[in-house]
């Protein structure tokens, strides 16, 4: 069971505030080993209604089949503990979805928060599901990322995080982390990926930041029709 708590700061008595807290929704998983809980994040009010929004990952839903699910619940004075979004993990495989997730901040510049969804079992080479905010808000994702090919699992979204606007092109930016790069060549090496929007290609895909960092790791990116980038040496 997940409890979410909100605490609050009681009038000032002496040097130090007391808080007090009292608990707004306790969801619970659909099953018992799905691990319901295991990310959760705060992603600002993606569906326009004035009100910030929470995001909560289960990676091993089913249980033992681990495709992983996400839920989305809406902020305001009805929050309760249903879910008002659940996202299945999508089509064509995408193990432990629901890893990782975190606010995207304005991915695409249309002035509603985006989110990202990890789920680093996605083959061998991870992925990770970014999610428009807006009035069109569904559980399909808009943007897929898929980590490098490098023969073994890399664990490409494991972690996932909003970056802010890291390259002052006006659209925030994310970075996706995968920390079991080049395991199988048995080096301590991870990596991590920062992607961005470019305002002057309007292509959907994002880019790494800098070419000179695809340089140095060897890599080049393609944009894929369906709104997929891969990475690949």
Request: with cysteine; net charge neutral; aromatic share 10%.
């Amino acid at each position: 069971m997940l409890v979410v708590i909100a605490l609050f700061a009681e009038p000032r008595v002496s040097a130090a505030s007391s808080i007090t807290s009292r608990i707004l929704i306790d969801p619970v998983g659909e099953y018992t080993g799905d691990v319901f809980g295991c990310s959760v994040a705060w992603v600002g009010d993606v569906n326009g209604d004035g009100y910030d929004d929470l995001l909560i990952g289960a990676f091993r839903y089913p249980e033992i089949a681990s495709l992983g699910q996400a839920y989305l619940y809406f902020g305001g004075p009805a929050i309760d503990s249903v879910a008002d979004l659940v996202i299945p993990a999508p089509a064509g495989g995408a193990g432990w979805f629901g890893v990782s997730v975190a606010s995207a901040g304005d991915f695409n510049g249309d002035g509603y928060p985006d989110f990202i969804i990890g789920a680093q079992q996605s083959g061998y080479e991870g992925k990770a599901f970014i999610y428009y905010g807006g009035p069109s808000l569904d559980a399909t994702p808009d943007l897929t990322l898929t980590g490098e090919s490098t023969g073994s699992l890399t664990a490409f979204g494991a972690s996932v995080a909003s970056a802010g606007d890291v390259n002052e092109d006006g659209f925030d930016d994310v970075i996706v982390g995968a920390p079991w790069y080049a395991r199988r060549r048995k080096q301590a090496r991870s990596r991590v990926r920062v992607l961005r929007r470019r305002r002057a290609r309007c292509g959907p895909g994002p880019r790494v930041l800098g070419r000179r960092i695809l340089r140095s790791a060897g890599l080049r990116g393609r944009q894929r029709r369906g709104h997929e980038r891969r990475w690949t040496p």
